[in-house]
């Protein structure tokens, strides 16, 4: 039987309601205990005043929703799909002919979309926002510290040799780097330039570098290089496609990143020899975000939708509310082992939502009765 149009629309708003209430209700809790951690860390800081901390917590606000929306989806659905078994719109509906995979297709499908909009439309003004509560976080609650000196001060670039003869691959290290008026520092510098059998060509120990657009300002410089005796030079200059922007994102987290934005950056990163694994993971996370919020619209009507008749609703309600929250715990963990690369990224990202839809498909497979 075709399911029409105003069936479709009523369960449909029913879903998205409690929903966009359930996300509502729980990016409010969270807020609310973020900004007492925020309350917490202000005591040290006394620039750090109730406005400012106000506006953190607001400027985080949108990340928090992308957050929480899949448990949204799960707690909104158990919700809304309970209300329709008890008052047994469901019982009437399967009695007209209907089966559960027809009057879950809008549900699923309104949860597949609504995380999409969040990959896609809500992630660019995440990102934006999210990086300027970073920036205030790290002005105000952060004085001394920042992304440089939360990496210990460390910088590790690779890059094409450009313009030097013979051209290969410049690796440079710094052991200590900080930002002083936009301007990037660092002394005890190391570039080793490679040729392309990776053999050596030579080597610079700079005791202090200044980054200027399109090159390094070296000072005190020792120049060591294969069968010639080592110089000193006061001055010089190193070319580089490294931008001050361009550390600062490197370092900062990548959920100032927009969706659109993160594919570009990561190869930028792989070209400039950071590693990516955490962009990748986030891109991919952002990527699985649809699958995953239809994944636990199933999972809320597989355990709400057994009439009341049948007994154990209750127990049903609560398995519905623990199998959300394990999904959860082995999402994490999934993404724990993909930042250390113990996994690869794209299972780290997309095993969670795949092995929840497949238990969800298995649990409606065993309940549905026609």
């Known amino acids: 039987m075709k399911l029409p149009v105003t069936i479709s629309l009523y369960f449909g708003r029913h879903f998205i309601t409690a929903v966009l209430a359930m996300a509502a209700g729980l990016a409010g809790l969270v807020a609310l205990f973020d900004f007492l951690e925020l309350l917490r860390e202000s005591a040290t800081a006394p620039r750090a005043t109730f406005g400012i901390l106000l506006e953190i917590e607001a400027l985080r606000l949108p990340w928090s929703f992308m957050q929480i929306i899949p448990f949204a989806v799960l707690l909104g659905g158990i919700y809304a799909f309970w209300r329709l078994a008890r008052s047994s719109e469901l019982v009437v509906a399967r009695a007209a002919g209907i089966s559960a995979w027809q009057f879950l297709a809008t549900p699923v499908f309104v949860a597949w979309l609504l995380g999409g909009l969040c990959t896609t439309a809500l992630s660019p003004v995440s990102?934006?926002?999210?990086?300027?509560?970073?920036?205030?976080?790290?002005?105000?609650?952060?004085?001394?510290?920042?992304?440089?000196?939360?990496?210990?001060?460390?910088?590790?670039?690779?890059?094409?040799?450009?313009?030097?003869?013979?051209?290969?691959?410049?690796?440079?290290?710094?052991?200590?780097?900080?930002?002083?008026?936009?301007?990037?520092?660092?002394?005890?510098?190391?570039?080793?330039?490679?040729?392309?059998?990776?053999?050596?060509?030579?080597?610079?120990?700079?005791?202090?570098?200044?980054?200027?657009?399109?090159?390094?300002?070296?000072?005190?410089?020792?120049?060591?290089?294969?069968?010639?005796?080592?110089?000193?030079?006061?001055?010089?200059?190193?070319?580089?496609?490294?931008?001050?922007?361009?550390?600062?994102?490197?370092?900062?987290?990548?959920?100032?990143?927009?969706?659109?934005?993160?594919?570009?950056?990561?190869?930028?990163?792989?070209r400039s020899g950071f590693s990516a694994t955490q962009h990748e993971l986030v891109f991919q996370t952002l990527l699985a975000l649809p699958l995953l919020c239809a994944t636990m619209a199933l999972v809320a009507a597989g355990f709400s939708m057994r009439p009341s008749r049948r007994g154990s609703a209750g127990a049903m309600l609560i398995s519905g509310v623990g199998f959300g929250f394990a999904l959860f715990m082995v999402s994490e963990v999934a993404n724990q082992f993909g930042t250390s690369g113990a996994i690869p990224v794209v299972l780290a990202a997309w095993a969670p939502a795949l092995s929840g839809l497949f238990l969800a498909l298995a649990l409606l497979l065993h309940l549905e009765d026609g």
């Open 127 to 270: 990102a934006v926002m999210y990086g300027r509560a970073e920036q205030l976080d790290n002005s105000y609650l952060k004085p001394s510290g920042g992304p440089l000196s939360l990496n210990g001060g460390s910088l590790w670039v690779r890059q094409a040799d450009k313009g030097l003869t013979p051209s290969g691959v410049a690796v440079l290290h710094a052991s200590n780097v900080w930002l002083h008026n936009r301007s990037l520092q660092a002394n005890h510098v190391s570039i080793l330039r490679l040729s392309s059998d990776t053999s050596l060509l030579q080597r610079l120990e700079a005791q202090h570098a200044t980054l200027s657009p399109g090159s390094w300002d070296l000072q005190d410089v020792a120049v060591l290089q294969p069968d010639a005796p080592p110089k000193h030079v006061q001055d010089m200059t190193f070319p580089t496609d490294l931008t001050v922007n361009r550390v600062q994102e490197s370092f900062a987290s990548p959920n100032a990143l927009s969706f659109w934005a993160l594919p570009g950056f990561i190869h930028l990163l792989k």
